[in-house]
């Protein structure tokens, strides 16, 4: 078992910047996927950027290509999502994932995702406004 919390969500204007944290605790001594998930009012959930959390490689959703960055703290078992030059069309739920079998890389194609993530957080609300 692996337990998220999710936190840094908030409300910024267009431009603007945030950053998440996702805390991760339970079996985490092996290597898994980890990776950041948002869902807007009436539309699917979607991958935003997926990392393995035996190497550094990240994937990432086309739609934040350039603007967001995940990260890790492997000695304190942190996930980060560091969001710049937010967008309204950013505004969602996010949430952290996490899963031992899924090819990270996946999650975040629209078209094949794969199977969903095993553990998840309970999500923190990103609201960008105009």
């Known amino acids: 078992q692996v337990q998220l919390v999710e936190s840094g969500g908030g409300s910024v204007q267009a431009g603007g910047s945030l950053t998440l944290s996702c805390e991760a605790s339970?079996?985490?001594?092996?290597?898994?996927?980890m990776g950041w998930f948002r869902q807007a009012p009436g539309k699917e959930r979607v991958g935003v950027a997926t990392?393995?959390?035996?190497?550094?490689?990240?994937a990432y959703a086309d739609s934040v290509k350039g603007r967001f960055t995940i990260s890790q703290d492997k000695a304190k078992n942190m996930l980060y999502l560091q969001m710049n030059s937010l967008k309204p069309e950013d505004t969602a739920m996010y949430y952290c994932?996490?899963?031992?079998?899924?090819?990270?890389?996946?999650?975040?194609?629209?078209?094949?995702?794969?199977?969903?993530?095993?553990?998840w957080g309970q999500g923190t609300q990103v609201t960008v406004s105009s």
């Open positions: 994932a996490a899963d031992f079998f899924v090819l990270c890389s996946s999650a975040v194609d629209p078209k094949n995702p794969g199977p969903d993530f095993t553990f």
């Open positions: 339970g079996y985490t001594s092996t290597n898994y996927c």
């Open positions: 990392i393995y959390t035996g190497g550094s490689s990240a």
